[in-house]
């Protein structure tokens, strides 16, 4: 025979009567923040850190001059991932969707980035350049757009056909683009681009944006990302970078990377917005486990798997309270 609701109600809300034992949190609260202390100093000193050289365009341009050189002709052409990214960068594309739903486009351009003004043009024109870049610069400037975009657009080509070798790109009508390209490329491998970069967010830096999109448009950036497993086919976001472990706790949001369509960059709608469609689904996941508590049905799932009766069988027989037979 089971009791009434309401008296195991009156029976857990009644004050404990059993045995009490003297507990000291503060006490325990520092042992505990002791011990810790003491055990991540120790590991620390054991394994230490992470301390990967940091990558920088002096790196980049004396490591694969030809892929910083062709980059920089994309930036001039507008052809780069920056140029074309869209909102909150540019007006270059719509940006991601699901379905009816347009989030970059709606916010449209809230950081602005002229690729070809912020990575060439005012890198260039902020250092003592030689009389042939000073030309070029100077010829780049006074050109109309479409006359800008004719040269860009035409040595971009070049360079695509020969599959990036510049000294292989034939003679043709670029204007004073390969100019302005290889003055940049030199202005990297002296070292001067990474400070140039790093200025026009004023005097106190604190805004890489422009610095990681640069890096991101050529092969530099992603070929680093794949020596220390940290693209989406090997569990990237939860990598750390050297033999150190990640954040574990973001294996649910690497999972969909592995997976089929979101895997395939090519796969429409789904795997070419795989980005927002991951986040909506891990939004709608997460929304799900904060509201369980008033999802009908789910809410009542502890009550109907008798689990806790088992964990609670000890404590029910010690009070006398018979357990509900099915």
């Known amino acids: ?46 394994m230490g850190s992470p301390d990967e050289t940091p990558l920088t365009f002096k790196g980049w341009a004396v490591s694969n001059p030809d892929n910083f050189y062709a980059t920089t002709v994309q930036e001039l052409a507008g052809t ?28 449209g351009v809230t950081h602005p980035i002229d690729s070809v003004n912020d990575f060439v043009i005012s890198p260039l024109s902020t250092q003592v350049m030689s009389t042939e870049i000073a030309s070029a610069v100077a010829t780049w ?24 070798k510049i000294s292989d790109v034939p003679a043709g009508a670029y204007g004073p683009v390969p100019a302005l390209a290889q003055g940049l490329t030199d202005m990297a491998k002296g070292g001067a ?3 140039a970069l790093l200025s026009q967010g004023g005097f106190f830096q604190t805004d890489n944006t422009k610095q990681i999109l640069f890096f991101g448009d050529g092969s530099y950036l992603d070929d680093a990302g794949t020596a220390a497993n940290l693209q989406g086919g090997t569990w990237g976001m939860m990598n750390e970078t050297g033999r150190y472990p990640g954040q574990a706790w973001l294996w649910l949001y690497s999972f969909w990377y592995q997976i089929p369509p979101f895997n395939n960059e090519e796969s429409k709608p789904i795997g070419a917005n795989a980005d927002l469609y991951i986040m909506v689904l891990m939004g709608v996941m997460s929304a799900g486990l904060i509201f369980i508590p008033f999802i009908p049905g789910v809410k009542n799932l502890p009550m109907r798997i008798p689990i806790h009766r088992g964990i609670w069988r000890q404590y029910y027989d010690e009070n006398g309270i018979k357990r509900r037979k099915k």
């Open 193 to 195: 681009l990474d400070a």
């Open 80 to 107: 780069s991932g920056t140029a074309t990214y869209g909102a909150p960068y540019n007006k270059g594309a719509e940006g991601l969707n699901v379905g009816p739903l347009w989030p970059q486009k709606w916010m």
């Open 1 to 46: 025979m089971s009791i009434s609701k309401e008296s195991k109600h009156a029976f857990d809300a009644a004050p404990w009567s059993g045995k009490t034992k003297r507990y000291d949190i503060v006490k325990e609260g520092t042992i505990a923040l002791a011990v810790v202390a003491i055990f991540a100093l120790f590991l620390s000193l054991l």
């Open 141 to 164: 400037k006074a050109a109309p757009d479409t006359q800008k975009q004719d040269w860009a657009t035409a040595y971009d080509d070049a360079i695509t056909k020969v599959e990036g």
